[in-house]
């Protein structure tokens, strides 16, 4: 029992020592503490656990232990903050109460999404299937622009090939002219050389350019061709698509809190047990705080409030003969 009673005091920050001295009172003050105590950090190891596993995916059980752990570390060092704490404090009392307010809210939501799991999910499910439809609705109307913008551009090149296709047929090759140029010497009529350049025009058949033309624009529309084809298969295949997509989503804790509150909106019943279970956190979160802040102190709390008010007036007397001494 010393071994449990100095690890209780190791929890709430007692002093094991003045505890020994004190009476019936001050020991079932302090049972009474840590009863509030280990209370509140089971249940915010248990919230702890399940937010890990629930919301940060964690899969590793002792990952989960530790976020568990930390969560009822934290828990400790709060409740620790008003244990320790002597004579009054309404700043502290009040930032208390707003901190218990909010810690009972959070721990509501979490519990809740496990209560009404399986009316969150179909709450969820509802939800997703008007997402699905609102999705579908917006990427059809992307595939229709995709595909007349794809349509006009090769209507317009298919009858610009067309017209082409024409004039190749009317004109396959064209006829060009090559000139090519020589010096020669040849001898004046006074009998010096001279240079002189001639010409010769040759006439040529070639393959109309156009042809080459032609062919880019059949390359062009069979890259038309096969982007409609592929659009036009997205098309039909995007209901399927965008359920698979949307179904596969991990649910979030802001989804789950919103079809919380569907569902807890929905149902007066479901609206009392959210009313009771906040109401029973809250009084939870401020156990501790009701048991410290109480009208009657236990001799505990005197003796440490005793050392206080002796340490003050020792340090007042040391000043004042300190002041004293320098004055004579």
């Given at each position: 029992?010393?071994?449990?009673?100095?690890?209780?005091?190791?929890?709430?920050?007692?002093?094991?020592?003045?505890?020994?001295?004190?009476?019936?009172?001050?020991?079932?003050?302090?049972?009474?503490?840590?009863?509030?105590?280990?209370?509140?950090?089971?249940?915010?190891?248990?919230?702890?656990?399940?937010?890990?596993?629930?919301?940060?995916?964690?899969?590793?059980?002792?990952?989960?232990?530790?976020?568990?752990?930390?969560?009822?570390?934290?828990?400790?060092?709060?409740?620790?903050?008003?244990?320790?704490?002597?004579?009054?404090?309404?700043?502290?009392?009040?930032?208390?109460?707003?901190?218990?307010?909010?810690?009972?809210?959070?721990?509501?939501?979490?519990?809740?999404?496990?209560?009404?799991?399986?009316?969150?999910?179909?709450?969820?499910?509802?939800?997703?299937?008007?997402?699905?439809?609102?999705?579908?609705?917006?990427?059809?109307?992307?595939?229709?622009?995709?595909?007349?913008?794809?349509?006009?551009?090769?209507?317009?090149?298919?009858?610009?090939?067309?017209?082409?296709?024409?004039?190749?047929?009317?004109?396959?090759?064209?006829?060009?002219?090559?000139?090519?140029?020589?010096?020669?010497?040849?001898?004046?009529?006074?009998?010096?050389?001279?240079?002189?350049?001639?010409?010769?025009?040759?006439?040529?058949?070639?393959?109309?350019?156009?042809?080459?033309?032609?062919?880019?624009?059949?390359?062009?529309?069979?890259?038309?061709?096969?982007?409609?084809?592929?659009?036009?298969?997205?098309?039909?295949?995007?209901?399927?698509?965008t359920t698979a997509e949307v179904s596969q989503r991990a649910p979030g804790f802001i989804e789950e809190l919103e079809a919380t509150l569907k569902v807890v909106s929905k149902s007066?019943?479901?609206?009392?047990?959210?009313?009771?279970?906040?109401?029973?956190?809250?009084?939870?979160?401020?156990?501790?705080?009701?048991?410290?802040?109480?009208?009657?102190?236990?001799?505990?709390?005197?003796?440490?409030?005793?050392?206080?008010?002796?340490?003050?007036?020792?340090?007042?007397?040391?000043?004042?003969?300190?002041?004293?001494?320098?004055?004579?």
């Amino acid at each position: 029992m010393n071994t449990l009673s100095d690890l209780g005091c190791l929890l709430i920050g007692w002093n094991k020592d003045i505890l020994k001295e004190c009476g019936e009172a001050s020991h079932r003050q302090y049972r009474k503490l840590l009863s509030a105590l280990c209370i509140m950090m089971l249940l915010w190891g248990t919230i702890g656990y399940c937010f890990a596993e629930r919301y940060v995916n964690i899969e590793s059980t002792l990952f989960k232990i530790v976020v568990s752990i930390t969560f009822m570390f934290i828990i400790l060092c709060v409740e620790r903050v008003i244990i320790l704490t002597v004579g009054k404090a309404r700043l502290m009392t009040t930032m208390r109460v707003m901190l218990a307010l909010c810690m009972a809210f959070l721990g509501a939501c979490i519990f809740d999404q496990i209560i009404f799991r399986n009316d969150i999910q179909q709450a969820i499910q509802e939800h997703r299937e008007d997402v699905i439809k609102e999705t579908i609705t917006k990427r059809l109307f992307i595939y229709e622009s995709d595909i007349q913008r794809i349509t006009h551009d090769m209507d317009s090149l298919s009858k610009a090939t067309i017209v082409l296709g024409e004039e190749l047929q009317e004109s396959p090759t064209i006829k060009g002219t090559n000139v090519t140029s020589q010096e020669q010497v040849v001898m004046g009529e006074d009998g010096t050389p001279k240079k002189i350049r001639t010409q010769s025009v040759n006439t040529v058949t070639m393959a109309n350019p156009l042809a080459e033309q032609l062919r880019a624009n059949n390359e062009q529309i069979q890259i038309y061709s096969k982007q409609l084809e592929q659009l036009r298969q997205d098309k039909k295949d995007i209901a399927q698509t965008t359920t698979a997509e949307v179904s596969q989503r991990a649910p979030g804790f802001i989804e789950e809190l919103e079809a919380t509150l569907k569902v807890v909106s929905k149902s007066p019943v479901s609206l009392v047990f959210y009313i009771v279970l906040f109401c029973f956190l809250t009084f939870l979160e401020l156990f501790v705080l009701t048991i410290k802040m109480g009208d009657c102190k236990c001799d505990y709390d005197l003796i440490v409030e005793n050392q206080l008010k002796l340490k003050q007036n020792l340090m007042d007397q040391t000043s004042q003969s300190l002041l004293m001494t320098k004055a004579a």
